[in-house]
C-alpha cells in the first residue's frame, strides 16, 4: 500500500520560511501527480502545488512566487519550499499522490482526484 509520511511543519513568524518534506513510499505507477494541499480550520482543503511525471509544475495564485515545488525521486521524497510566510498560510499541510498527470488541463487539480495522501503536518505563522 501506497505510504506518505510529512515532515518539516511548525511555527514561524509572518515573512520566516519552512520547508516541508514527503516521502513516498510503496508507489508503483509510471504516471503521477503528487501535490501539497491544506486545510485551515473551519475552510475547504486547497491546492497549493503540484508536480507530475511529465514534468509540470502548477501553482495556486495565493503562494505563486512564494513557495517552491520540487522533487528528489532518488530519495523519493517531495518537497515544499515555504518562503514569505503570512498568517493566511497557517494550516494542516496535506501531500497527495494521485495516478494521473496534468498534460492537456488548464486548471489545478482537485482533492478527489488524488488516491493516496499523508497525515498532515502543521504549519502555523505569527504576525
Known amino acids: 500500500q501506497v505510504q506518505l509520511v510529512e515532515s518539516g511543519g511548525g511555527s514561524v513568524q509572518s515573512g520566516g520560511s519552512l520547508r516541508l518534506s514527503c516521502v513516498v513510499s510503496?508507489?508503483?505507477?509510471?504516471?503521477?501527480?503528487m501535490g501539497w494541499f491544506r486545510q485551515a480550520p473551519g475552510k475547504e482543503r486547497e491546492g497549493v502545488a503540484f508536480?507530475?511525471?511529465?514534468?509540470?509544475?502548477a501553482y495556486a495564485d495565493s503562494v505563486k512566487g512564494r513557495f517552491t515545488i520540487s522533487q528528489d525521486n532518488a530519495k523519493k521524497t517531495l518537497y515544499l519550499q515555504m518562503t514569505s510566510l503570512k498568517p493566511e498560510d497557517t494550516a494542516i499541510y496535506y501531500c497527495?499522490?494521485?495516478?494521473?498527470?496534468?498534460?492537456?488541463?488548464?486548471?489545478?487539480?482537485?482533492?478527489?482526484?488524488?488516491?493516496?495522501w499523508g497525515q498532515g503536518t502543521q504549519v502555523t505563522v505569527s504576525s
Open positions: 510503496r508507489y508503483r505507477y509510471n504516471n503521477y501527480c
Open positions: 508536480i507530475d511525471s511529465d514534468g509540470i509544475i
Open positions: 497527495a499522490a494521485g495516478v494521473f498527470t496534468m498534460l492537456g488541463v488548464s486548471r489545478l487539480p482537485t482533492a478527489n482526484e488524488f488516491g493516496y
